[in-house]
């Protein structure tokens, strides 16, 4: 079975090449890829859809000297490889009719109905606020941008989609704005890929936009990834595909082994925050079982520990504790043959499959039924609710949102998602303002810390609360991090100071008896 991230790679690498040889995405690929996900979806409509959308483009050119059609339909396709619904699909295929043709949104409702309208005419809003115009414009437009997801996340998936081509093809664009591109890539959308848990294609705009923001280190890392270390690393994938696979036959487990690819973004940052050289960076070799059942993951994970020794530290339960976005895996990191130390993911199908494309896999396995929007969404509006400046807006979701997270845990193992550098005041509010009000204490895996300590991946929290107390101290706001613990401190010490309270400030008259 071929990996479908190997799939997208030569896909993305080898763009240029096929551009040479005039092969084109046909309308037949969108349907085999369909129908592959949706035996039953309606071809005749997505066939119109695609008549349609190439009669109203006919005669439109790209950058690239290519149909602008091609666009379009790659759009779609890259669309049904996320195996979204049949209605998002064809509004990919019309995703820029009514910006770039004489087309109207009437005629798009008659011909494909109100659900596909609402979706090409809100993708076309987003593209018209989208522009380069300088830092305080930029902000503005993506405000309007985050504000958009949350009325559909569906929105987002075509925009990802659009974003992904158009970065497939950036070679066409003059240089100061193919970087442009590629840094708000890297900044906003790979990001935003991430919340959702699109990794395919976050992975996908990573690698790209890294290639041209900085190509002296990208060409130094492929040529070190692919042609230094290829053979080595194939050879021991292998061997302990192996060695893996003998044992799990003995234990009648149905497995799928596959090498997993390290994207060459990753490993770069990771040698940047760690300040280590490639041959440092601990997860190279990495591997991914895929599995029939949950509990066959379990057994897997046994088999694994009983072959090769853990590495202290590196196991992580994403089962028992889903991340915020859904994601479930088992992750364990051990000392291989020859001392090598080796990651493995260990997920059934359906995990896989979530793992792969994140939100868009619910569309899949939840056909015609609506899908729950993702916690972060409630949080973009929360701050669009109590942030007036664009640019403060901007910095809140980012700060929020788009670093790093970690992931702890109350002590009754609900896990709570925060930006990494949070602190256990940050994860009080997390939990409930009261909760943030009351806090006199906290507990960090059963000893106690102070207030201000960053909390890492997998700690243990519990606040230690004073019911008499007041309120917040000020203090506090000199290292909370988030916007809902740096929001509600605020307003509960600007309550405090409110005018009847100002008599406490005010020095007492010695002349009044």
Known sequence: MTNPQFYDIIITQNYKKVQNKNIYMTIEQIINKVKENNPNADIKKLKSAYEFAQLAHSGQKRKTGEPFIEHTMHTAFILAQLKVDLETIIAGLLHDI?????????????KFGLEVCNLVESITKLKKHIKY??????????????????????????????RLHNLRTLDAQPEEKRLSIAKETLEIYAPIAGLLGVWR???????????????????????????EKKAERNQYIQKIKNILGQKLKEANIENMIEGRFKHLYSIWKKMQIKERKFDEIYDVFALRVILNS????????????????????????????????????????????EGKATEFQIRNKLMNNEAQYGIAAHFYYKMGKKIAQPGWVKEILNIQKETTDTNDFIKEVKIDLFNDRIFVFTPKGDVIDLP???????????????????????????????????LKNGDV????????????????LKFAKTHRAVNKIRQSTKTKLSMPNLKNYIPRNPFKK
């Open 461 to 476: 929290v519990e606040i230690i609360i004073e019911k008499k107390r007041k309120g917040p101290s000020r203090d506090w």
């Open 98 to 110: 009514l910006e770039d043709t004489e087309v109207t949104i009437e005629e798009v409702e008659k």
């Open 201 to 227: 294609l976050k992975w996908q705009m990573e690698d790209i936009c890294f290639k041209h923001l900085y190509p002296k280190e990208y060409k130094e890392l492929e040529y070190k990834f692919e042609v």
């Open 420 to 454: 990494e550098g949070s602190t256990p005041i940050d994860f009080a509010y997390a939990v409930h303002s009261k909760i943030g009000d009351k806090c006199s204490g906290v507990l960090i895996n059963d000893e106690m810390s102070s207030l201000n300590k960053s």
């Open 133 to 162: 115009r300088g830092d305080e414009r930029y902000a503005e437009s993506l405000r309007k941008m985050f504000l958009a997801m949350t009325k559909d996340i569906r929105v987002i998936l075509i925009k990802f989609a659009d």
């Open 294 to 337: 949950e509990a066959d993951c379990y057994k897997t994970l046994g088999i694994i520990h009983s072959i090769w020794k853990p590495i202290s530290k590196r196991f992580k339960d994403y089962i028992a504790a889903p991340k915020p976005n859904g994601y479930r895996s088992l992750h364990t990191t051990v000392y291989g043959p």
